[in-house]
């Protein structure tokens, strides 16, 4: 019991090890936040740094648990997403202060959605380009993007209307233009797994997708040449 316990501990330490600068920048920024926050008596405000710092340290222990490694460059992507999500989103109301904020965090979640889902499928046929033509591997991994986008809109939707919040913003129009853009993220992110497909995996988003499969080839038994 103790053996798997330090095991399992050495290995979340070594998933913590290696991260990009960015990662280590925010998890700084969140702990000195904490610190400073508690110390002024702004406990609300320490509650989100300390809230924000354990949802960006959540993909570790869910990699952990089911023996994923992911990309340096995607986990940074996604404490990216949360810290603007949570910390500067609500905290310090980015949504507010710039409307564009919330147009660049649907994007960039679909596109990470988009590269999710063409993984997901990737994965279901344990690593064959040919199992189905490439442009339908795209094209399912583009739905499942959408569907998440659909889902978390119905989602704004419901709290606003039992909850009473403003999650909706401008109502109709948010809505829309939160769809518009999740559209065009899911389609990049689909493209990346479509371009992955095609060889093309030395640089950006296709990239990604090539470490993850080369970091987690268990996944990938029937990997084409």
């Known amino acids: 019991m103790i053996e798997e316990y330090t095991k399992s501990a050495y290995s979340k330490g070594m998933k913590l090890a290696g991260q990009s600068i960015v990662v280590y920048l925010i998890w700084a920024i969140l702990a000195l936040e904490l610190v400073l926050s508690l110390a002024n008596a702004r ?70 959605f988009g590269l999710i889902g063409f993984i997901f499928v990737f994965i279901l046929f344990e690593g064959d380009k040919y199992a189905a033509p490439h442009w339908a591997l795209a094209l399912i991994a583009f739905c499942i993007a959408i569907t998440i986008g659909a889902v978390w809109e119905i989602f704004e939707f419901a709290m606003d209307q039992l909850f009473g919040l403003a999650m909706q ?11 518009i853009v999740d559209v065009i993220g ?15 995996t030395r640089h950006g988003l296709p990239g990604i997708i090539g470490e993850f499969v080369t970091k987690n080839r268990r996944f990938f038994r029937r990997k084409n040449k």
């Open 43 to 112: 406990y609300s405000l320490a509650f989100v740094a300390l809230a924000t710092l354990a949802l960006s340290l959540a993909p570790v222990f869910f990699a952990d648990r089911f023996q994923i490694e992911l990309p340096v460059y995607f986990f940074a992507g996604i404490v990216l997403f949360i810290f603007g999500t949570v910390f500067l989103g609500e905290a310090f109301g980015f949504y507010e202060k710039y409307w564009w904020w919330d147009v660049l965090l649907h994007g960039g979640s679909a596109m990470g």
């Open 169 to 179: 913003k401008s109502g109709l129009m948010d809505t829309m233009w939160d769809l």
């Open 186 to 200: 899911a389609g990049i992110g689909a493209m990346a797994g479509f371009g992955y497909l095609k060889g093309r």
